[in-house]
């Protein structure tokens, strides 16, 4: 389907303009009353005319499908990953869904996650409920072992397991592989990303470090490692030493004895890329009470609320990243707004977010390129990949764009340096346990500045 609104020229300009006018006028206001991101106006546009023109007849509902963790170790993030998605096809279908279809959710749990729940799991989505797409969260330990049953089925999937092997799996056969996207970064993006930003909070003033020396601390998950491994090769080109290299056992509760080697060398850097916030608590916990004068780096698990909750006032001063979180801008705290109104205070917009676009880019990308499709219907769907291939997405987290052939989602400023065309590599900091953390990096995103943790202030 090709959308075109009519240009005013000459002598038809006062008959044409007011129409278009009025039509815009519509698919904004749309968008507004459903209280989404401005971005979202097209796709209410785009549904707008089709309605006019006689196109949206078809209103049975469009399977859309998400295997999350439901039960087990992930369930809190699980939880967050179905909130979003029955938020986003709510918002979708008040745009007036796909050319007029709603979208309908289903969900199965990937329970303790790793090949033996994802794979069954996806394929219970494609066999049950004929899903035309499935738009994930994160699901670990697969290693894109479910990315088969997707290219079996043909059908568009969406995931965020900021995983590596995503690139080469996808670049190396990309048209067998032609509807699966990463939705963010891969994780080896985080590794020489702290490296820089490290460096450059120095060269600000904010911080001047004790020494040169980075304790790298990692849990055995593929993630985990990865991101260690990505900072111990880059370091000495960004001036630093390891001074430890650890590996823990996980899940972990005790760290007397990673505490009792990092005390005896006191680090200017920790940095723990292991990332299940309860374990990360309690690290914090028996840090502070006899802490060194080192910052304290972690791997996302400080986005989710369960670690401020348990680690307390322990967890105040510390640093972390991610790609996948909701903006403190405009678009950004409107969403955190209406999400918490839905789903109460103690919910984590943060890690909803990542669904949440990938949904209404997926609607937007389906939507220009004529529909959707189901299982098996391989035509239809390559178009809604192709459309999605060449999207450049503002949302709630940023800037969504696809590195081709990989379809994995470009990040700023590690592999661009144009904030409109990469999704920000975000950097917080817990400043109030008791409130959300503050984004300090990268510009122009930050809405506040670093503040030298409590320990570290004499």
């Not at 369930?75 to 709603?102: T, V, W």
């Not at 963010?184 to 120095?202: H, K, S």
């Not at 790298?216 to 001036?239: E, H, L």
């Amino acid at each position: 389907m090709h959308t075109k609104i009519p240009m005013a020229r000459g002598e038809n300009a006062a008959a044409t303009e007011p129409g278009r006018r009025n039509f815009l006028k519509r698919a904004v206001g749309a968008a507004a009353s459903a209280g989404v991101a401005l971005g979202s106006g097209m796709l209410a546009a785009i549904n707008s005319q089709a309605k006019e023109a006689g196109k949206t007849t078809d209103n049975k509902p469009i399977p859309i499908g998400a295997g999350v963790p439901l039960t087990g170790w992930a369930a809190a993030d699980g939880i967050e990953f179905k909130r979003a998605l029955e938020m986003s096809c709510d918002e979708i279908n008040m745009l007036g869904g796909i050319l007029g279809r709603p979208l309908e959710p289903h969900f199965e749990d990937t329970k303790e996650q790793g090949a033996d729940n994802i794979i069954p799991a996806m394929q219970r989505l494609i066999d049950r409920y004929g899903v035309h797409a499935i738009v994930n969260g994160y699901n670990t330990g697969a290693v894109t072992a479910e990315y088969d049953s997707i290219a079996d089925a043909g059908i568009i999937y969406i995931h965020h397991n900021t995983d590596i092997v995503h690139h080469s799996t996808v670049g190396k056969n990309p048209k067998k592989y032609f509807g699966i996207f990463m939705g963010d970064p891969a994780e080896y993006w985080y590794g020489e990303g702290l490296l820089a930003f490290l460096n450059g909070l120095g060269e600000s003033g904010h911080w001047k470090r004790p020494n040169n020396k980075i304790a790298v601390v990692t849990g055995s998950q593929n993630y985990s490692v990865v991101i260690a491994n990505a900072i111990k090769a880059k370091a000495k080109n960004y001036g630093w030493k390891i001074s430890l290299s650890e590996t823990v056992v996980v899940p972990i509760s005790e760290w007397g004895p990673t505490l009792a080697k990092i005390r005896n060398d006191p680090p200017a850097v920790v940095a723990v890329t292991h990332w299940v916030p309860q374990d990360l608590a309690q690290f914090m916990l028996q840090f502070t009470p006899n802490p060194t004068g080192s910052l304290v780096y972690m791997q996302y698990g400080p986005s989710l609320a369960a670690f401020r909750e348990i680690g307390g006032k322990a967890t105040n001063g510390v640093l972390y990243s991610t790609v996948i979180a909701s903006l403190r801008d405009q678009i950004g705290e409107d969403f955190n707004r209406r999400y918490k109104k839905r789903f109460g205070p103690s919910a984590s917009p943060l890690v909803a977010a990542q669904v949440y676009d990938s949904a209404h880019y997926y609607a937007l990308a389906a939507a220009v390129a004529g529909g959707t499709s189901g299982p098996g219907e391989f035509d239809q769907n390559r178009k809604v990949a192709d459309r999605l291939r060449t999207m450049i997405y503002r949302g709630v987290m940023g800037t969504t764009r696809f590195f081709v052939p990989e379809q994995a989602a470009i990040p700023y400023p590690d592999a661009t340096k144009d904030p409109s065309l990469g999704m920000p590599h975000q950097y917080l900091q817990i400043q109030d346990y008791k409130k959300e953390p503050e984004l300090i990096a990268p510009p122009p995103y930050q809405t506040a500045s670093f503040k030298l943790p409590p320990w570290m202030r004499g």
